[in-house]
């Protein structure tokens, strides 16, 4: 019965692809933190999270990171329209991003997966998830920038 709760405000438009699971579980999330509204402090934290399981299940499902990355940036330049979404969203794309790149790091994925599930069941906030791991924009930043490069 939660889980139709939680579906029920999802609006998916176009065509199925190999992005769709990647997209519906980003979906998921958005409506797993909405239940815990103290999940965060910073609104502009709030794609964190579903851009990160957004990230994981596109690895989880062996679609290739530069792929996704070209067409997450396609459909993401759609839906941005005006400064303070467009401002959350890139924010959040940097921590979760950072967040990605350690969760790739086997040493760290369990842990990471903990640390998430801690967040969404409301045992700790967003922000010291990324205090502990020291995440910050700028490594966020770096990141991109050398998957840009590799890119093209």
Request: zero cysteines; hydrophobic letters at 35%; charged letters at 25%.
């Amino acid at each position: 019965m939660l889980l139709l709760t939680l579906l029920y405000d999802i609006i998916l438009n176009g065509t199925l692809n190999e992005f769709s699971i990647p997209i519906y579980i980003h979906e998921i999330y958005h409506a797993l933190s909405k239940r815990n509204k103290g999940y965060t402090k910073n609104y502009l934290y709030d794609e964190i999270i579903p851009i990160l399981m957004e990230q994981i299940s596109s690895l989880e499902l062996n679609l290739s990171h530069h792929t996704f990355l070209k067409k997450i940036s396609q459909t993401k330049n759609d839906i941005i329209d005006n400064s303070i979404e467009s401002q959350k969203y890139i924010i959040s794309f940097l921590y979760a991003n950072t967040l990605f790149n350690l969760y790739q790091n086997p040493k760290f994925k369990t842990e990471i997966n903990k640390e998430i599930n801690k967040i969404l069941i409301g045992k700790q906030k967003l922000e010291d998830v990324l205090n502990k791991y020291e995440i910050t924009p700028e490594q966020g930043a770096n990141i991109v920038k050398r998957q840009i490069k590799t890119l093209k």
